[in-house]
Every structure is written in structure tokens, then in C-alpha cells.
């Protein structure tokens, strides 16, 4: 067991001395192997977000930002335009690693708006730009998850029962986390959790990541295999779920990792109150509804073989493997945001988080 700062402080996502690499803790290694990776190449940086090297939304839109910072900064030419046409080449290539989160193009857009309102500047001025806003979206979202926590917290009473699906804690940003942020900032004050960590097949997030680092926090921790949790629920040993999530549409429908929308339909059956926990950064006004959600499909070798020391399935077995699935708004008790806790009628409520965004009062902390 490691410290409970050690756990929500963690160092998952940084640049390097001298802004030529982004270093990133190896999530794929977790929970046997700590190790560091440095990523110096657009090919690098896309491979470490594709295969989840570097995951959780938050954390993903991080790492690109650094990652595209980097490579500005590797760009020769001092010529603005001849800068800008490298610069969106290395920004597009990023992008496209995955769909679904919408803090990856959130945080490239942003990066691309320093690089359009610095126009008239030197190229060496808008990679000191650069630098300032990567770092600058780091900050901000320790600042949320922070708010998060609160906002959360106020949400649960000591000794909850508390089911999460996935990974949200402070791997999959950079403190705290979302849906771990509220048990980890009760621990620190003294309030105790059992929280029941489904497996989330088939990456294992919640097995691998969640429960290490809960456990390493010092919190009260079960793994169930996802297909359990109903039979948890049924126990009454189920006060609220706080999950994650990568994209918001305008109407409260949210994306998260597959089997999320299961477990809401359970906490619906069972009457239990089902959290969403996200930055305003994984809100996308632009999308109205779930429907419009990309979901991002994955190698049907990640269900038959991965983590098996043998192929589970015939080998010719057709798969599907879909990374997200959409929570309908109607299963979702709040949403918690860093700006408050937003609840039905979402189309509203969700305007109203970004009303008090544009006025800037984050949770007094
Ligand atoms: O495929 P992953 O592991 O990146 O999926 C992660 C999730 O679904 C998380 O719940 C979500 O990104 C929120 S992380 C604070």
C-alpha cells in the first residue's frame, strides 16, 4: 500500500525537461510493472493514446496537448504559414487516434487557437505559446477534478456502498479523477467507502487500474466481474454508482466505456442514484444527442486472446467490440461537473454549467 497522495498526486502525464517529449506512465503495465515511457514522434505519441498506454479522456486531451506542443516545437521553419501546414498535419494525425473521448480534438482545437491568434508573432514566440497553454490545460484540470471531488463528495455519506465501472480515478486525468475523485477526497477526510470496482471487460480498467488504485489509496475495495452487479445491487450493498465518462452530447446522453449503460439500467431497476462525473472539457454542445456519439470499435483480439495465456474462442469467431456504449439521459440522477452538479432537464441544466464556465467560479476549495 503506498501513500493516499501518492495515489491521487500521481505523475501519469508530463513533458520533459526541455519540452522535447512527453513522459508517460505505462498504463498497459499496470498493476504488475511501473514504467515510464518517454514519446518523442507523432508516431509515438498517437500509438501511446491508440493503445492505451495513456487513457481517460482527460488524461488523452493532456497528453496531446503536450504531444502536439512537442512537435510544434521540433517544426525548422520560422515561415508562419509553412509552420501552420506542419503543425495541423501533426494535429490531424493526433486526432485521429481515437474518436469518442472529445477531450482529444477539445485540447488540439485549443492548441490550434494559439497557434490562429498568434499570427503576427515569431514561430519561436507561438512555441512559447504553445508551451504556456499545454501546461495551462494540465493546471486547469487538476483545478476541475478538484471541483469534481467536492461536488461529488456532497453527493455520499460515510460508509456508501459505491459501484464504478472503468477507470476514473487520477490515472485517467491528473488528480484525483472524476468518479474517484469524491472516495478519494472522503478518505483524506477521514470517511470511509466500500466501493465495488466491476473488472470492465475486455481492458480490464477497472481490474488492472481502479482497483490498484484504490487499494494503494487505502480504500475499501472489491473487484466483481462486470456480469455482477446486479447480484451486489440486489444485496443492498449499493448507495450510489459514480462512473466517467469521454463525451457528453447537449442532451445528457453520456458516452463512457462499455457497460456502462448496463450498469445504469440496473441502478434504475434497483433504485439506486447513477452519477456521471466529467469536466466541462468532456461536454460537447456541438453533439445533440447520444445517437451522434462516434463509438470507437476495437480489435476483436483484445475480447479472444489479450489477457488469456491461450486464444479463448475459435479463431475465426466473429466479434464485435465496440470501446463505448451511451447512457441515456433519462438513467443518469446528475451530472457533475466542476462548475456543479447538473440534473434533468439536461438540455438546460447542461447551458447553465457553461453560464457559470463563462463567469469563472470554480468550487471554493
Ligand atoms: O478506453 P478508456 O480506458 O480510455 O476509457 C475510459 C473511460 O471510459 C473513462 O471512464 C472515461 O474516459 C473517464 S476518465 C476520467
Keep these: 500500500m503506498g501513500t493516499l497522495r501518492e495515489v491521487t498526486h500521481v505523475d501519469n502525464v508530463k513533458l520533459n525537461e526541455g519540452a522535447t517529449a512527453v513522459v508517460i506512465l505505462d498504463q ?53 504559414d509553412s509552420f501552420y501546414r506542419e503543425f495541423k498535419k501533426n494535429k490531424e494525425y493526433l486526432d485521429s487516434s481515437r474518436p469518442t473521448a472529445v477531450n482529444l480534438s477539445w485540447a488540439l482545437n485549443r492548441m490550434e487557437g494559439v497557434v490562429l491568434a498568434n499570427r503576427e508573432k515569431t514561430v519561436s514566440e507561438i512555441k512559447d505559446a504553445l508551451l504556456q497553454e499545454s501546461r495551462k490545460i494540465q493546471e486547469e484540470d487538476m483545478r476541475m477534478c478538484r471541483a469534481i471531488s467536492e461536488y461529488g463528495l456532497s453527493l455520499l455519506h460515510d460508509g456508501d ?38 473488472e470492465t471487460r475486455p481492458l480490464l480498467q477497472g481490474a488492472r487500474l481502479t482497483s490498484y488504485e484504490l487499494q494503494k489509496g487505502g480504500v475499501d475495495v472489491t473487484l466483481i466481474c462486470d456480469n455482477m452487479a446486479s447480484i451486489v445491487m440486489k444485496n443492498g450493498w449499493i448507495q450510489a454508482c459514480l462512473v466517467g465518462c469521454d463525451r457528453i452530447a447537449a442532451n445528457g446522453d453520456a458516452a463512457n466505456k462499455i457497460g456502462t449503460s448496463g450498469v445504469a439500467i440496473l441502478a434504475k431497476y434497483y433504485g439506486i442514484p447513477f452519477y456521471v462525473l466529467g469536466p466541462t472539457s468532456t461536454i460537447d454542445m456541438n453533439c445533440p444527442a447520444g445517437d451522434d456519439i462516434k463509438i470507437e470499435l476495437r480489435n ?40 456543479g452538479i447538473a440534473r434533468a432537464p439536461y438540455a438546460e441544466s447542461l447551458r447553465e454549467i457553461f453560464q457559470k464556465k463563462e463567469k469563472g467560479s470554480l468550487h471554493n476549495q
Design 300 to 339: 476483436p483480439d483484445e475480447i479472444k486472446k489479450k489477457f488469456y495465456e491461450q486464444p479463448m474462442t475459435p479463431e475465426e469467431v466473429a466479434c464485435y467490440n465496440p470501446a463505448f456504449d451511451v447512457t441515456d439521459h433519462t438513467l443518469i440522477t446528475g451530472i457533475v461537473t466542476e462548475y
Design 28 to 80: 498497459t503495465k499496470l498493476p504488475n510493472v511501473t514504467e515510464y515511457l518517454t514519446l518523442e514522434t507523432a508516431e509515438d505519441i498517437y500509438d501511446a493514446i491508440f493503445e492505451l498506454k495513456v487513457r481517460g479522456a482527460p488524461a488523452i486531451g493532456i497528453c496531446a496537448a503536450y504531444g502536439i506542443c512537442v512537435l510544434a516545437r521540433k517544426i525548422r521553419s520560422e515561415d508562419y
Design 161 to 198: 456502498g459505491i459501484l464504478t465501472h472503468c477507470n476514473a480515478g487520477p490515472l485517467a486525468t491528473s488528480r484525483y479523477g472524476t468518479a474517484l475523485g469524491p472516495i478519494f477526497l472522503g478518505k483524506e477526510r477521514g470517511m470511509e467507502f466500500h466501493v465495488y470496482a466491476d
